[in-house]
Every structure is written in C-alpha cells, then in structure tokens.
C-alpha cells in the first residue's frame, strides 16, 4: 500500500474495533465517538498533507527499485541530505498542528526506523527477535501505520521496583510464556492516542532494577487486541467545543489512556526483548532512539515555541504594550529561544554520526540538551505569554456575545489600538487556550514530562558527557597562575 490518505486511516480505525473507556461509557469505534472524532481528524489531516500534491514530495521517499513509496519519517538515514530530508517532512506535519500534536505519527515511526538499523541490538538473545524487529518495521512503513507506545510504569510506589510490590502485576509483566507467545498482565502509563492510533509499542526505559526481569518487555500489537484496554482521562472537549472560542482545544485535543493488559497473548514474531535487564537498561542508548526522536520532538518543539513567540509579540501589538523597554526585553528574550532550538537541531545534523547499523544519526549532545532545555523554555515563554497579557488574558466573550445584542459595546471596549475588537479578542483567547485552559496546561505538562523525568534527563547528561577536555582546561587554567 502507498501512504495512507486521512480517510484510509480512519477506514484503518473502523475495521479495527478497540476497547476503550471514557467518562464511564465503552467505545469501540472511536471514529464515529463525538470525543474522539477531532482527535481522529487531527491526524487525519496529517495523513491528507503527505498525500497531497503540494507536501507528498517532500513528505515521501522510495528505496532504489522499491514499488511503493513511504513516509519519510521511516526513511533510514544515510546521509546530511537524508537527515534534511526527514526534518522538512516532520516540519510540514509540526506546523500543521503548530506542534500541538506531541505524539504526531512520525514520532514512532522514526523509533521504529531506529530500531530497525540497530536490529542486531535486538538480536542479542536470538536472531529471531532481530528479525521480528525488521519485519515490524516494514510491516508499519507498508502499511503507513500510526503507533502509540506505553513506556511508564503506573505510579503505585516509586520507592519500590516492579517487582517488590504486592500485587506482582501491578506494572506489565508475563504470566506464562506459551509456545504461540507471551501471556502479559497488567498496567502500562501512559499512551497518548493509545485509543486512536493503529499500533500500540510497549518498551523498556532506564531504571530496571534486578529482580524485574517479568516486566522488562519490548513488544508491539495492534490496538485493537482482544483483553487490551484503554481507560481514558477525563477528556476536555466532548466535542463541542467552538473552534472560535477554543482555536486549538477544539482541534488538537490528544487523548492519554492508561493501557490494562488482561491476559493479552503477544504472539512470538511481534516480541522483540523480554527477561533481560541489563538489554532493557541499555535500549534507549544503544538503539539510538534519543538521536532519532530528539530529531523529530526538537522539530516539533520548535513549530509550538515558534506559535507562543508569536502569540506573545501579536497580542502586545494589538493593545501597542511592545512600545515598553521590558515588553521588547521578554519578547527578545523569547525570540532567542527560537533561535538556540534551531541552533541545536541544526548542530545535531552537522554533528551527525554513523551508526552500527550502517545509517547515520543526528548528534546526541545537542538534541539531549535541547530534551533538557526546551520544556524549561517553553515554560518561560508561557509565563512571558500569560504576564504580558495582562487581564486581558481572562476579559474575553465568548462568540456568542460578540453577536449578541450587547455586540456594539464589546466593539467599543474590546478593541486593541492596533485591532478591532474581534481581532483583539481572539488574539487573546489564542494565548488562553495555548497557555491556561486546560488544553494549554496539558501542553506545557506534555513538554515537562513526555521525555521522561526532567530532573533524570538532566543527571543522565551529566553523567554521559565526556567532561575531560573541561577539566583539562581547568588544570591549563591552573597551571598558568
Ligand atoms: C501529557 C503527557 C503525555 C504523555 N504521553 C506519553 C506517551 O504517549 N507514552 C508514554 O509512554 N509516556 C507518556 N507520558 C508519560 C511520561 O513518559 C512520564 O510522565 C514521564 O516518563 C515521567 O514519569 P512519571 O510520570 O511516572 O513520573 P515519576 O517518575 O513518577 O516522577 C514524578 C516525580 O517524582 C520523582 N521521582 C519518581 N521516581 C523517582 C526515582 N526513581 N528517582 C528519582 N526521582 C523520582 C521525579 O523526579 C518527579 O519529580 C506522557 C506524560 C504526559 C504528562
């Protein structure tokens, strides 16, 4: 199959019936559900840009003699060009959705292009388990799948391993291997889009403590697998939200669902690592997927810094605040950030190295700092955002008022010196639903947290860095005097 339009993925979605939990109600077709339908058209809309004649070039790639083309998040990167190549096509889908969408199908399409270039990693335990991972990932790139992954256990009691905690399934772990595969049990936090993506990814992070060998697993399955379900948070649009009052609420709304396997059967060619601690530990590293999905989260990251600057600069024009010193010196202050974003993706390509598996990868140290520095950025910038705007930020009528018989006052008293009211008032709801509601709160708790524990990412880098050459200048520094 080509790559998919935005309506095959949802014909992907209807024959694919999952069990999914929300509000106390079971949904089975969640692309006919009024929740999920603008989540489902969301990434519908993704699907649409890389087949449409102005992005499908840019989007898609061919291997030399291959039938069909693909989407360029699963290309193999072999050279500078391929890298560029694969940024700009996650830059089409990043600004479509102005990077609200964190978990846009590209993000595990390129974990699994990773993976398969480090499939010999996999292969340490067998070379079946290599080969089930290389079969995957054509098996995905085939059919132009959207993955979710679940990588975090559930937090019952953090100062305890998996396997010290009373129930021995309170986090996802094997009841039985069979000779068809491995019965697991239990939980996995969390998935976004796990109810409305194709493919569900379940894989190890850093921590394992010995002991936890059941629960080191790495495996992929449809999510429509019978005894898999999704019970899902409260949702922040029943799905009827107004786009005009709710410009992002009402379009990029992600759902997050805690994934409970109740005996699910994983059969063996989709098991890709399980019962190894040490190869559990050592798999974000050594299958570079920081590399490859530092790449993809910096682009993405970018286009949404990019819309907050902008937000920011429009509504202090609107009511002409950006005539002040310290006004110019936050939106200075938040500019900057774009630039040093950029910078980094741009270092990562130039630093680019090869991999064991014959692809090159973007550089580690610019991208993990960027994992580090980007969330804290993009909090500045929500801060800046919501500051200048004053009251301004919590005046605003709804629609309906401004068309309302009281329209002629809101004209009057709503109007910006450089915007009519209308253009002043959504300007401002803008910079609500991107920072205040509760779609704009869970966009910046998404940045804290989708990569995993801040303050751990920061001591990993420490602890990762070659600090020698610093050192070796502290001593030439000493050395003078
Ligand atoms: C909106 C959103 C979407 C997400 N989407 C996904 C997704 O699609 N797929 C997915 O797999 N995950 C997803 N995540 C989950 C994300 O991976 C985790 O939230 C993240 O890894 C942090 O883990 P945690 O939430 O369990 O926090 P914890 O690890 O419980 O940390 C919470 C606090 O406790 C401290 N702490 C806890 N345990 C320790 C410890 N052992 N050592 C030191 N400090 C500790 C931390 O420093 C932190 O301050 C998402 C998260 C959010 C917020």
């Not at 890709?272 to 570079?288: C, E």
């Not at 429009?314 to 974003?341: M, N, P, W």
Request: charged content about 25%.
């Amino acid at each position: 199959m080509p790559v998919r339009s935005g309506a095959e993925f949802i014909d992907g979605l209807r024959c694919a019936p999952r069990e999914v939990w929300i509000a106390g109600r079971r949904v089975d077709d969640v692309a006919a559900d009024p929740v999920f339908a603008r989540p489902v058209q969301a990434v519908a809309m993704l699907y649409d840009l890389q087949t449409s004649s102005e992005h499908r070039e840019a989007m898609t790639c061919r291997d030399a003699g291959g039938a069909e083309p693909y989407g360029a998040a699963f290309l193999t990167p072999r050279s500078q060009a391929d890298l560029v190549k694969r940024r700009l096509a996650m830059k089409v889908w990043a600004e479509a959705s102005f990077g609200m969408l964190g978990r846009s199908p590209d993000f595990l399409n390129t974990t699994l292009m990773a993976w398969n270039d480090s499939a010999e990693f996999f292969g340490q335990r067998g070379a079946r388990f290599a080969d089930n991972v290389r079969n995957y990932y054509k098996y995905c790139r085939e059919r132009d799948l959207f993955a979710t992954h679940a990588i975090v256990n559930p937090q019952t009691d953090r100062s305890k391993a998996s396997h010290q905690h009373g129930d021995p399934f309170a986090h996802l772990g094997v009841v039985e291997k069979t000779k068809d595969g491995l019965i697991v049990r239990g939980a996995k936090m969390l998935a976004t889009h796990g109810p409305t993506a194709d493919e569900l990814l379940v894989y190890p992070q850093p921590g394992i403590r010995d002991g936890d060998e059941r629960h080191v697993l790495a495996f992929g399955i449809p999510c429509a697998t019978k005894g898999l379900r999704f019970i899902c948070r409260e949702p922040f649009d029943d799905g009827t939200q107004s786009a005009w009052d709710h410009p992002l609420g009402a379009r990029f709304e992600e759902p997050d669902a805690v994934c409970v396997f109740d005996d699910v059967l994983i059969p063996w060619d989709r098991v890709f690592l399980y019962g190894d601690v040490k190869m559990g530990n050592a798999l974000f590293a050594q299958a570079s997927i920081r590399n490859f999905t530092g790449h993809q989260t910096a682009v993405r990251g970018l286009a949404k810094c990019q819309l907050i600057a902008g937000i920011a600069v429009a509504l202090t024009r609107a009511v002409k605040s950006d005539t002040f010193l310290h006004v110019q010196e936050q939106l200075g202050e938040c500019l900057g950030y774009l630039q040093l974003i950029e910078a980094a993706i741009m270092l990562g390509e130039q630093k680019a190295e090869p991999t064991a598996g014959g692809a090159i990868r973007p550089a580690y140290a610019p991208l993990q700092a960027l994992r580090y520095h980007l969330p804290k950025w993009y909090e500045r910038m929500v801060q800046v955002t919501q500051t200048l705007a004053g009251g301004g930020l919590l005046v605003s009528p709804t629609e309906a008022d401004l068309r309302s018989e009281i329209g002629p006052d809101i004209a009057r008293y709503y109007k910006g010196a450089n915007a009519g009211a209308e253009e002043r008032i959504r300007t401002f709801k803008l910079a609500w639903d991107a920072t205040g509601t509760q779609f704009g709160q869970r966009m910046l708790h998404y940045e804290r947290y989708y990569a995993g524990d801040p303050v751990r990412v920061g001591a990993s880098y420490y602890n990762d860095y070659d600090v020698a050459p610093l050192l070796a200048m502290v001593k030439r520094a000493l050395a003078a005097g």
